[in-house]
């Protein structure tokens, strides 16, 4: 009886995984060549590669704007944090305090834009209001004006290229500061076992002491979600306050790229180029959502 060699062994396990691997290729292929009929092709064919030329060769300053907004996630998350961890204060009636705070989040969007409209309103503004009753709005303008920005008095918030944009942040800012964001990390807090911090007192630590090395470790899942879903919603921010509020102006300083994308397709009705500049999106999105998790992989601490 003849003993099979090694190499015959390993010729023989090489076979059959080829032949596993392209039974499994096998059953694939239809799913492959209906997802190629139907969908990537027509894709392709519908905008082609001609309209992403003409993107990148077009003005962007769109681009530029958005991210302009989405300087405001930080600051954001930020006031989440702060407002999570006074609501988390055992006093009487803070359930009536974290329901007001969270009433923003189910109103309509389209209240809300007019809401802060006629908050940024020049003559009869909330905010223009507050600022000469405080007697604030002349030393306002006079500081504004020597940094280079011109304006007048009253301020006209939306109407300025220079402020439209601050203008927005901060909306966005209040907009979120109290949603979602704050519910998710009052979550967080209340689920960090007490013993930590009882634990940290004996050992005679602050109260900085005791946020830097237990509270913020174990909120940080909560603020890699927050991060994560922030950045998504970023780039697709801002849509309905231009709309509502100022059209993209003044000058097209609050145009985003969703607006934009709304622009072009609905009323110009150049669907390919929309279509493109969804793709490049959809990418961006994409790829700063990886990068998040590549960094959530290395900071984030689930114990």
Partial sequence: ?????????????????????????AFLLPNILGFLAFVLIPVVV???????????????????????????????????LALALLLNQRL?????????????TVSSAVALALLWKWIYQPDLGLLNRCLYLAHLDVPLAWLLNALGVRISVPVEWLSNPALAKPAFIIML??????????VLYLAGLQNIPSELYEAAEIDGARAWARFRHVTWPLLSPTTFFIGVTGVIGGFQAGFTQAL?????????????????????????????????????????????????????????HYE
Avoid: K
């Fill in 1 to 25: 009886m003849v003993t099979p060699g090694v190499g015959d062994q390993r010729h023989h396990s090489r076979h059959r995984r080829w032949r596993e691997a392209l039974t499994g290729y």
């Fill in 46 to 80: 519908a905008f082609g590669l001609s309209d992403f030329w003409q993107v990148s060769g077009s003005h962007t300053g769109y681009f530029w704007n958005t991210v302009v907004l989405m300087a405001g996630l930080p600051i954001g998350i930020v006031a989440s």
């Fill in 92 to 104: 009487r009636g803070m359930i009536v305090f974290r329901t007001v705070l969270f009433l923003p």
């Fill in 173 to 182: 800012v209040w907009i979120a500061a109290g949603g979602y964001n704050c």
């Fill in 244 to 300: 509502m509020m100022t059209r993209g102006g003044p000058g097209r300083a609050t145009t985003t790229i969703i607006y934009h994308i709304y622009e072009v397709g609905f009323r110009d009705f150049r669907m390919g180029y929309a279509a493109a500049i969804a793709v490049i999106l959809f990418a961006m999105i994409l790829g700063l959502t990886l990068v998040n998790f590549w960094i959530g992989q290395r900071a984030v």
